[in-house]
């Protein structure tokens, strides 16, 4: 993901790249244009296999939210340890929750754990890349040194001494809560990824020119850099998604969780804690695993996806 | 190596730590409440704790953490203890000492993660490297997106799938724990065997699912190394296939992927915390999931500030190793 381009042209010229082919219908009119579009998906399938897995997993969530009522995700909705039946598609578990409400309500609610995460992370580790690559300074040095420290120890672990912190028995996280703590350590890479991007762009020829020309910094940032810059940025968000995912996930394996919400991490803490594997209800181990496995596959699909697609230089290896 | 460069290393290290340590001490209060002292209060309301390891208790937190004293005092202490590596007693089983629960567990993670990185680290370069020599193995072309999946997932996800499969369903090897649990004797050829039976599911995720992380990265390097010059020179002198190979082609390849190792490192510290908990394997992982648990706020920060030592000395030693395999940078400390 961080393949740092030197050479910005190279990565402002994908479609223009295009142009290059002569069996490459133009980009003129609205249905040629879907044409190339879908040509170019085939040589880069990554993207919409990617976008299709992760489409379906939510429109799961999102149509099945329509049939389920999110209370059946409580204890004691359902008869216990029942195997899927008509009335009870995905089955129950130990302690009586529909798991198919809770697989439609945990799938949505961790997707939003990391949508949340991952948004503050970006928009936050990006401002701040873009004042420390773009300003430099003394404020880049305190930049750095701060990712550079704060980056070589894994988030998990400062978020363990956070959530014990923060919860209480009488008040338990909520997912919400967790997806601002998950936050609060989320802009660290795309600050640095951002930081190493806007310090190479900075003395492009095109920047140059703008500022000769009279541009502010701040017209020089929005209207000359960004726009330069979006597919990375685009790139960074998913990673920060997956990664807050990630660690979300990981925080409510180990039981700092929001104990009332059925999200799939949460969903696996309970899955361990009262041994599914050793009475083998499957229904109760596959569905969160699987739904976990999709997911991140299809963020790491998307982001190989966005590489190929701003980098072309990935392109002539594969 | 040069100096400048070696004490960047160093400075950074301390910073680590000093964060790692500065962290533990500074959340419980910017929270307004001490988890230590809510824990006390609730085990004195439920009457759990006996009488005299509570009084011992108390006096003993009263003398470590001294509420009384000025913060600058106690955040002095504080760094004093750590620095000579006591960390206090447990809250949960009071006599014990944090450092005893940590040096017991230790030498578990430490076995697992050790073996599995190295495995996964050898297999993953390995197999890069062969992807790119081997261009057109219809083999090869079926494991590398296989590999480049299991890539993607984090190492407890890949566990509990081997669980289900080797565990539940075909019940071919244990579902977690080190060893069996009803052993008394614990050494000798029969405990290691148990040992190593237990570890081969916690190991095999780790290594599934970072093997690949290694091998993308070995055959990224090995078709930048393929390009240069020298390995058409080494081609065009007539030495054989696996000299150019091994000498011309992989010694240089696999240098990004010790760098690589110094920043995988908190990620394959993280991901073995988790496959323990996910295995009850019985390392410091374990540890950490049993004091959240129980709310043993003494251990759970004892964990984790052995966890961050942990890895910022590996990555020290990673970045002091390299000189000995790049003879450039060595050169530039004369």
């Known amino acids: 993901m961080s393949t740092a381009t030197d050479d910005r042209r190279e990565v402002t010229s994908f479609d223009a790249d295009d142009h290059q082919r002569p069996s490459e219908p133009e980009w003129g009119t609205l249905r040629s244009r879907w044409r190339a579009t879908l040509r170019y998906m085939r040589r880069n399938p990554s993207l919409p296999v990617g976008l299709a897995l992760l489409s379906a997993l939510i429109l799961f969530s999102v149509i099945g939210g329509l049939l389920v009522d999110i209370g059946d995700t409580r204890v004691m909705s359902a008869p216990h340890s029942r195997a899927p039946a008509d009335n009870l598609w995905f089955g129950s578990d130990r302690q009586g929750r529909d798991l198919f409400a809770v697989m439609v309500h945990g799938t949505w609610l961790t997707v939003r754990v990391g949508l949340i995460a991952g948004a503050v992370g970006i928009v936050f580790g990006a401002s701040l890349g873009f004042i420390a690559g773009y300003f430099g300074g003394w404020i880049d040095n305190i930049v750095n040194w701060t990712v550079d420290v704060l980056l070589t120890v894994p988030a998990m672990l400062f978020l363990v001494v956070i959530a014990t912190n923060v919860s209480t028995p009488t008040e338990p996280l909520s997912s919400t809560t967790m997806a601002i703590i998950i936050a609060a350590l989320a802009w660290r890479r795309p600050t640095r990824q951002i930081r190493a991007q806007v310090l190479v762009m900075r003395t492009a020829g095109y920047v140059q020119t703008a500022r000769i020309s009279g541009a502010s910094n701040l017209e020089i940032i929005f209207l000359e850099m960004i726009p330069n810059l979006l597919p990375y940025l685009v790139a960074s968000f998913v990673t920060a998604v997956s990664a807050a995912v990630l660690a979300s996930v990981g925080l409510e394996a180990m039981g700092l969780g929001p104990q009332n919400e059925p999200t799939l991490g949460q969903t696996i803490y309970w899955m361990i804690q009262s041994s599914a594997f050793m009475m083998g209800l499957w229904w109760w181990i596959l569905p969160p695993i699987i739904a976990l496995v999709i997911l991140f596959v299809s963020l790491y699909l998307i982001n190989v996806g966005i590489d190929e697609l701003s980098n072309p230089r990935l392109r002539r290896k594969a | ?334």
Request: hydrophobic letters at 55%; zero cysteines; glycine letters at 8%.
């Open chain 2, 1 to 334: 190596m040069a100096l400048s460069d070696l004490l960047r290393r160093l400075v950074l290290l301390a910073a680590v730590i000093w964060t790692a340590m500065t962290l533990n001490f500074i959340l419980p209060r910017i929270t307004g409440r001490n988890p230590i002292i809510e824990k006390l209060m609730d085990s004195a309301d439920s009457g759990g704790a006996n009488e005299y390891d509570f009084d011992q208790f108390v006096a003993a937190m009263n003398a470590r953490f001294g509420f009384d004293r000025p913060i600058l005092h106690q955040y002095l202490d504080y760094l004093g203890d750590l620095v000579t590596f006591d960390l206090g007693y447990s809250i949960a089983n009071f006599p014990t000492r944090v450092g005893d629960l940590i040096a017991s567990a230790l030498p578990w993670t430490i076995g697992l993660m050790l073996t599995s990185t190295l495995i996964a680290f050898v297999l993953g370069s390995i197999l890069g490297a062969l992807t790119v020599w081997f261009r057109s193995s219809r083999l090869l072309g079926f494991f590398v997106p296989v590999i480049m999946v299991l890539a993607a997932m984090p190492f407890y996800l890949v566990g509990l799938v081997l669980i289900y499969v080797f565990s539940s369903l075909l019940g071919w090897f244990p579902a977690s724990g080190g060893f069996v649990e009803t052993r008394t004797v614990t050494s000798g050829w029969d405990f290691y065997l148990d040992v190593a039976y237990h570890a081969v599911l916690p190991g095999l995720s780790i290594v599934l699912a970072s093997t690949g992380v290694w091998a993308l990265s070995m055959r990224g390097m090995m078709v930048t190394v393929q390009g240069e010059d020298y390995m058409t020179f080494a081609d065009a002198k007539g030495l054989n296939l696996r000299r150019v190979f091994l000498a011309y082609g992989v010694r240089n390849a696999i240098l990004p992927q010790v760098t690589m190792l110094a920043l995988f490192m908190g990620q394959v510290v993280t991901g073995a915390v988790l496959v323990e908990v996910v295995f009850a394997y019985p390392g410091i992982g374990f540890l950490l999931l049993r004091s959240i648990q129980i709310n043993d706020f003494t251990t759970i920060y004892g964990v984790v500030f052995i966890l961050i030592l942990t890895i910022g000395f590996s990555m020290l030693i990673m970045d002091l190793i390299y000189p000995l395999l790049d003879p450039r940078t060595r050169k530039s400390r004369a």
